[in-house]
C-alpha cells in the first residue's frame, strides 16, 4: 500500500533536473494524503513531458459521477492489465509521480509504527502510476472535468518486507521514461513489477504526528531513532 507521501519541491526538482530539465513549483506537501492534488509527469503525442496536477484517487472515463466508495488510490501492478477502471489508463494514459518520499505504517509491539521512506541515493523518487480524465455534469447541470491518477504498487521485496507485503512500483530514470512513452507495449514494462527495489531506500521511523493527514509540517518527518536501510 502507498497511502501518504512527502513532497518537497526543491527535492523533487533536484531529481527531474537530472533527465527531464523541469521545475516543481511547489507548493510543498509533506504529508499528501489521497484525494489531494498532486503533480504527476505525463506525456503528450508527440513525447514532450510535463508536469500536470491531478487528483490522487483514480475516476474513471467512465464513471457515472466522482465516488470514493472503493480505493482507487492505488492499483495493483497484478490486475492492472485486465480490471476495467485500470486497463485503458495502463495501455494509454501511464504517468510517474514524483516524490521526496513516502510514508508506511508497520506493526511494532502491539502498534503500529510510521516510517518516512526515502532514496538513500538520490533526491526523490519515481512511481509508476495510471491516470484517466472524467468528464459530466454536476448537480447544477454544469459540466466538471479533471483528471486523476492512482500509484500501482507491487509484491514487496525482501528487505520491504519489513514494514509492509506491499511497495510501490519505484522506477529509475530510463525505467520512468519507458513508463511515460506511449509507444512501448505493456508486455516490456510487466518486469518493473518484479519485488524488488530500483534504490536502496532510507525507511526513518516517526512519530504518529503523521497519522493525521492535516498535519503537513516538518513534524513528520522527524526521526524517532535510526533508519533502516532496504536495499
Not at 75 to 85: F, G, I, Q, V
Not at 127 to 146: E, I, M, Y
Amino acid at each position: 500500500m502507498c497511502g501518504r507521501l512527502h513532497i518537497r519541491a526543491a527535492d523533487v526538482t533536484q531529481m527531474l533536473l537530472e533527465f527531464l530539465d523541469l521545475i516543481h513549483e511547489g507548493p510543498d506537501n509533506l504529508n499528501a494524503a489521497p484525494t489531494e492534488e498532486i503533480f504527476v509527469l505525463v506525456s503528450d503525442a508527440a513525447g514532450a513531458v510535463s508536469l500536470q496536477p491531478m487528483r490522487w484517487w483514480l475516476t474513471p472515463s467512465w464513471a457515472k459521477a466522482p465516488s470514493t466508495r472503493y480505493s482507487m488510490f492505488n492499483a495493483k501492478s497484478e490486475t492492472a492489465a485486465t480490471l476495467p477502471s485500470f486497463r485503458e489508463p495502463y495501455k494509454h494514459r501511464r504517468c510517474v509521480v514524483p516524490v521526496s518520499g513516502f510514508y508506511e505504517w508497520a506493526r511494532r509491539q502491539g502498534h503500529k509504527q510510521a516510517y518516512f521512506l526515502r532514496s538513500a541515493e538520490n533526491a526523490g523518487l519515481l512511481l509508476a502510476g495510471l491516470w484517466d480524465r472524467w468528464q459530466g455534469q454536476d448537480q447544477a447541470g454544469q459540466t466538471q472535468r479533471f483528471d486523476s491518477f492512482t500509484i500501482l504498487t507491487g509484491a514487496a521485496s525482501d528487505s520491504m518486507q519489513a514494514l509492509h507485503h506491499r511497495q510501490p512500483v519505484i522506477l529509475n530514470n530510463q525505467q520512468a521514461q519507458r513508463w511515460l512513452d506511449p509507444s512501448v507495449a505493456t508486455t516490456e514494462l510487466e518486469s518493473y513489477f518484479a519485488p524488488q527495489l530500483s534504490v536502496s531506500i532510507s525507511a526513518l521511523p516517526v512519530s504518529s504526528w503523521v497519522n493525521n493527514a492535516r498535519n503537513k509540517d516538518a513534524r513528520c518527518e522527524q526521526g524517532l531513532g535510526e533508519a533502516l536501510l532496504l536495499s
